[in-house]
């Protein structure tokens, strides 16, 4: 069974940081990319930062800059350090594990909330 559980999710005020962390069981890490997504009220879900199997990194323009991702092999475990805060980051943040080979298979966390808010 595949589980990707999100942590870390919380309020805080605008300049402030919060750090994600998403544990997935089930799954062979190793072999997904791995991504972060938001979805704010009214809004369709976008891509926020996004980690490959190699390592190699991506970023939404909105939060370059601002925001590190990065994984551990060794403990199935992505972060997503979000530091200096603002207002528009208020969303539910997804942890989202792919694979893509022949076939494509993706893997949703239940989200966690981010609030910014003074």
């Known amino acids: 069974q595949v589980q990707l559980v999100e942590s870390g999710g919380g309020l805080v005020q605008p300049g402030g940081s919060l750090r994600l962390s998403c544990a997935a069981s089930?799954?062979?890490?190793?072999?997904?990319?791995m991504n972060w997504y938001r979805q704010a009220p009214g809004k369709q879900r976008e891509l926020v930062a996004g980690?490959?199997?190699?390592?190699?990194?991506k970023y939404a323009d909105s939060v370059k800059g601002r925001f590190t991702i990065s994984r551990d092999n060794t403990k199935n475990t992505m972060t997503l350090q979000m530091n200096s805060l603002r207002g528009d980051d208020t969303a539910v943040y997804y942890c989202?594990?792919?694979?893509?080979?022949?076939?494509?298979?993706?893997?949703w966390g239940q989200g966690t909330q981010v609030t910014v808010s003074s």
């Open positions: 980690v490959t199997t190699s390592g190699r990194t």
């Open positions: 989202n594990a792919q694979y893509v080979s022949v076939l494509r298979l993706d893997y």
């Open positions: 089930g799954i062979r890490f190793g072999l997904y990319d």
